[in-house]
């Protein structure tokens, strides 16, 4: 796993750009609609990216764009949900292959949960054929992908704080 990476935020995006679970890992809680702010802001940059790469493009997107405190790196799934990925900004090096397994790593804990044949995907039903059902994280049965999302970012923050000490 990274040797070195704390993260402060993932988020998890639908095809049609609605949150699907947006996870905060700082202990402000003033800092969390900051990231949800992030997330929505690297909407525009990940479509600009997917529109340029056209048809072969890779599912890790890179960095997306920098702020003052927070790093933001953006994968998209073949199903074209985006992940978001925020991380603090510090002076080393962060290699790609680590930032790739982190994005594997939650790609997988999404794959997981939605293939769960017992979970309901539909929040309420939906006239209109242009929009597919919303992924409503809030339920009960949604609880196993938020403990796999905070069991993966747990890992990387034991990992971080092990090789810093």
């Known amino acids: 796993m990274p040797p070195n990476i704390k993260l402060h935020a993932v ?9 699907i679970l947006i996870r905060t890992f700082t202990r402000q809680d003033q800092q969390a609609i900051k990231y949800h702010y992030i997330a929505h802001t690297s ?3 990940i479509e600009e990216r997917v529109a340029a790469a056209g048809k072969a493009s890779d599912c890790y997107l890179g960095l997306l764009f920098s702020l003052e405190d927070a790093a933001v790196y953006g994968y998209i799934t073949p199903l074209k949900v985006k992940i978001v990925l925020a991380l603090p900004v510090s002076d080393s090096v962060i290699r790609d292959a680590e930032i790739i397994s982190i994005f594997r790593a939650l790609h997988m804990a ?3 949960s939605i293939s769960n044949p017992f979970l309901k995907l539909n929040s309420a039903a ?18 196993t ?12 923050s034991q990992n971080a704080s092990t090789t810093s000490s």
């Open 43 to 45: 909407l525009d940059v």
């Open 126 to 143: 939906e006239t209109n054929a242009e929009q597919s059902a919303a992924l409503t994280v809030a339920g009960p049965k949604w609880k």
């Open 145 to 156: 992908f938020k403990r796999r999302v905070d069991d993966i970012c747990w890992i990387v």
């Open 11 to 19: 988020a998890f995006i639908s095809p049609q750009n609605q949150p």
């Open 110 to 112: 999404f794959y997981s």
